[in-house]
């Protein structure tokens, strides 16, 4: 048997929770809203997250809780801090929101979020990556009985595999999660081996894709960009993205400026779209400019129309020296574009090189190039590839198939009975 099921068969019987009596869910900020239409014995999850602009919504989170059992289980989503820009939408959706409305790490934040998991008394907390990990020993405080943490690798990716401190943090607090959720196997390896997880505590559970939002364009190339940026017989390359040092938008601008310079008649076709914000932006419109390249290139910053932008481009690249997070390269697959990316965390699972894209070593200037260079001089490839990547996300990387491997980890601890096994 699982260990994951032999754990929950220990805990005491929760199927039959009710939801926080009235003035319960009044004290933590909970309308009735939150409770209507749900069947009294579905369990509580109360999801934590920094913010809700950061919780990756469309993708992430909401999408998650849209495709789970509202028969077994309800949601609240309680925010260290937001603007509350999202919350008159969610709640028309059924999904309760609660800003805590306290600096992050103060005693009176973890005070106020004590009382709420008092008051609502979920069955099942899931915190998220390093703001969400102290919240374990809080939940356990606060009497809940079921815990999970996942880390999605931003801040791991970023920082090197988190510094000596954050993974003492990370051991200390390990004894309070009962299971762990990781996008990448290079994660779930990390979490075993340097926090001394058991492996069979650790669930990959790959990312999910709105393939109805994220598709093939289906006519010409919207016109984006300022004007004669786009025309007929262009080939786009575009990356989306936190533009920093570790991203590696400056070896992509470079890569870029040596394939225009090249008298290979396809190059001159090239354009290049860097889309997202953050110190590298700066450093890479200055290249292009002192290059003479600035009109072959638009860097607009960050944008929100992600989905349309992707259907301007013909290549999308990911040059990032390191990278748990797959969002970005699904959306593209999705979207039916090859992928050239470096060779480094979750971007080896998900690229098959040569039949979805090309798969580089981090900080190979010339290798990046020659990988572009081919898709820009061999067209049906880029073509043959990206129906490929857009099969690939359907059948592997749907928001079901997400909903569904979290499902099971969630009915493993609760013990809820799915379909097939009260059959």
């Given at each position: 048997?699982?260990?994951?099921?032999?754990?929950?068969?220990?805990?005491?019987?929760?199927?039959?929770?009710?939801?926080?009596?009235?003035?319960?869910?009044?004290?933590?900020?909970?309308?009735?809203?939150?409770?209507?239409?749900?069947?009294?014995?579905?369990?509580?999850?109360?999801?934590?997250?920094?913010?809700?602009?950061?919780?990756?919504?469309?993708?992430?989170?909401?999408?998650?809780?849209?495709?789970?059992?509202?028969?077994?289980?309800?949601?609240?989503?309680?925010?260290?801090?937001?603007?509350?820009?999202?919350?008159?939408?969610?709640?028309?959706?059924?999904?309760?929101?609660?800003?805590?409305?306290?600096?992050?790490?103060?005693?009176?934040?973890?005070?106020r979020l004590y009382r709420v998991l008092r008051n609502l008394r979920p069955s099942l907390i899931q915190t998220r990556n390093r703001a969400g990990l102290p919240a374990q020993l809080v939940?356990?405080?606060?009497?809940?009985?079921?815990?999970?943490?996942?880390?999605?690798?931003?801040?791991?990716?970023?920082?090197?595999?988190?510094?000596?401190?954050?993974?003492?943090?990370?051991?200390?607090?390990?004894?309070?999660?009962?299971?762990?959720?990781?996008?990448?196997?290079?994660?779930?390896?990390?979490?075993?081996?340097?926090?001394?997880?058991?492996?069979?505590?650790?669930?990959?559970?790959?990312?999910?894709?709105?393939?109805?939002?994220?598709?093939?364009?289906?006519?010409?190339?919207?016109?984006?960009?300022?004007?004669?940026?786009?025309?007929?017989?262009?080939?786009?390359?575009?990356?989306?993205?936190?533009?920093?040092?570790?991203?590696?938008?400056?070896?992509?601008?470079?890569?870029?400026?040596?394939?225009?310079?090249?008298?290979?008649?396809?190059?001159?076709?090239?354009?290049?779209?860097?889309?997202?914000?953050?110190?590298a932006r700066a450093e890479c419109q200055a290249m292009l400019n002192r290059a003479g390249a600035a009109a072959r290139a638009w860097l607009p910053g960050a944008r929100s129309d992600t989905a349309q932008l992707l259907r301007a481009m013909d290549l999308f690249v990911l040059p990032?020296?390191?990278?748990?997070?797959?969002?970005?390269?699904?959306?593209?697959?999705?979207?039916?574009?090859?992928?050239?990316?470096?060779?480094?965390?979750?971007?080896?699972?998900?690229?098959?090189?040569?039949?979805?894209?090309?798969?580089?070593?981090?900080?190979?200037?010339?290798?990046?190039?020659?990988?572009?260079?081919?898709?820009?001089?061999?067209?049906?490839?880029?073509?043959?590839?990206?129906?490929?990547?857009?099969?690939?996300?359907?059948?592997?990387?749907?928001?079901?198939?997400?909903?569904?491997?979290?499902?099971?980890?969630?009915?493993?601890?609760?013990?809820?009975?799915?379909?097939?096994?009260?059959?």
């Amino acid at each position: 048997m699982n260990p994951i099921h032999r754990h929950a068969q220990s805990l005491p019987e929760v199927a039959g929770m009710a939801p926080p009596h009235r003035a319960a869910a009044d004290d933590a900020g909970l309308t009735d809203a939150a409770y209507a239409g749900t069947p009294a014995r579905a369990h509580l999850v109360v999801h934590l997250v920094d913010s809700l602009a950061g919780a990756n919504l469309e993708s992430g989170l909401l999408n998650l809780i849209r495709h789970l059992p509202a028969e077994r289980y309800r949601h609240a989503i309680v925010c260290f801090h937001d603007q509350g820009d999202y919350e008159a939408g969610l709640r028309e959706q059924g999904i309760e929101i609660l800003n805590l409305h306290q600096q992050h790490g103060s005693v009176a934040h973890y005070l106020r979020l004590y009382r709420v998991l008092r008051n609502l008394r979920p069955s099942l907390i899931q915190t998220r990556n390093r703001a969400g990990l102290p919240a374990q020993l809080v939940a356990a405080l606060a009497g809940v009985r079921l815990r999970v943490h996942g880390e999605y690798g931003r801040e791991l990716a970023w920082h090197g595999r988190a510094s000596l401190g954050e993974r003492s943090l990370r051991r200390l607090l390990r004894p309070f999660v009962d299971h762990y959720v990781v996008v990448s196997s290079d994660l779930q390896r990390w979490l075993v081996e340097a926090v001394g997880a058991e492996p069979e505590r650790v669930t990959q559970i790959a990312n999910g894709v709105d393939s109805v939002q994220f598709h093939p364009r289906l006519g010409p190339a919207a016109a984006v960009g300022p004007p004669g940026f786009m025309h007929d017989g262009v080939f786009v390359i575009g990356s989306i993205g936190r533009m920093d040092d570790s991203a590696g938008q400056v070896q992509l601008v470079d890569a870029f400026l040596r394939l225009i310079a090249s008298p290979h008649p396809a190059h001159q076709r090239l354009r290049l779209m860097l889309i997202g914000d953050g110190p590298a932006r700066a450093e890479c419109q200055a290249m292009l400019n002192r290059a003479g390249a600035a009109a072959r290139a638009w860097l607009p910053g960050a944008r929100s129309d992600t989905a349309q932008l992707l259907r301007a481009m013909d290549l999308f690249v990911l040059p990032s020296l390191r990278e748990d997070r797959a969002n970005a390269i699904l959306e593209a697959m999705a979207s039916g574009l090859p992928v050239v990316a470096t060779a480094v965390g979750c971007n080896a699972e998900l690229v098959h090189a040569g039949f979805t894209g090309i798969l580089v070593p981090p900080l190979s200037v010339e290798l990046l190039a020659a990988a572009v260079s081919d898709y820009c001089r061999i067209p049906e490839m880029a073509a043959r590839h990206g129906a490929r990547a857009r099969s690939q996300v359907i059948a592997k990387h749907s928001m079901p198939a997400m909903a569904r491997d979290y499902l099971a980890v969630y009915d493993a601890l609760t013990g809820s009975e799915t379909p097939e096994r009260s059959a």
